[in-house]
């Protein structure tokens, strides 16, 4: 019955600081803060620095992991632990510092279903002389534009909808419909789309039929 009532649990004991590495190793990192005699404490710092790094041993060696081994040491003992580290020390401040956050990219989120590679097509090719080659460019853009929006849509698309959203993007700088263009008909982009389907389907189910025969052991 003593036995029993003398049990620790988990919730009664101290949280650990990084519970990665276990209740062992927070033991051994209060140990050695508590060591008053500067060269035993720097001696058992070292060894514990030696056995976190026997948890990965491929990366023991490499110094950008020993300087992240010895910063995690650091945070174990609350910045505590006064040893001799052979990497720049770490100040508490620093690593509780919080990171900027970072700018999602959105360049036209009226028309997301296009993805922000085409803007950036569209970007670069009203930079270029006017000439085949931008001509070549515009209507390749159009006719990725149209993909885009079947696959959003999977739907008939009018290719006039695809030259005033060009246009939009462009701020002006591309209009195809004054020159008459016809982009690739709706019904090949979704006769490919279709055939590419039933072709991985057609994959998987011989590869089904084939480890079908095959024997496990």
Request: aromatic share 10%.
């Amino acid at each position: 019955m003593n036995l029993v009532e003398n049990l620790e649990y988990n919730t009664e004991r101290p949280k650990l600081i990084i519970p990665e590495y276990g209740r062992h190793f927070q033991k051994m990192v209060n140990h050695a803060v508590s060591i008053e005699d500067t060269v035993e404490r720097n001696k058992v710092a070292k060894a514990i620095i030696s056995v976190m790094g026997n948890l990965q041993p491929h990366l023991r060696d490499v110094p950008d992991f020993q300087h992240k081994l010895w910063d995690q040491l650091f945070i174990m003992s609350d910045f505590k632990l006064d040893v001799e580290s052979p990497f720049p020390f770490t100040s508490k401040e620093v690593l509780q510092q919080r990171p900027e956050p970072l700018e999602y990219p959105q360049n036209f989120p009226k028309y997301r279903f296009y993805g922000n590679n085409i803007k950036r097509m569209i970007d670069v090719a009203i930079q270029w002389e006017k000439g085949d080659m931008r001509d070549g460019l515009e209507y390749a853009i159009a006719n990725h534009m149209k993909k885009c929006y079947l696959n959003w849509n999977k739907d008939m698309v009018d290719d006039k909808a695809i030259f005033i959203h060009l246009f939009e993007l462009s701020d002006g700088q591309i209009d195809l419909a004054k020159g008459g263009e016809n982009l690739t008909d709706s019904g090949q982009f979704l006769k490919n789309r279709v055939a590419k389907t039933q072709r991985s389907s057609s994959g998987k189910k011989n590869q089904r039929n084939t480890s079908r025969g095959k024997k496990r052991f």
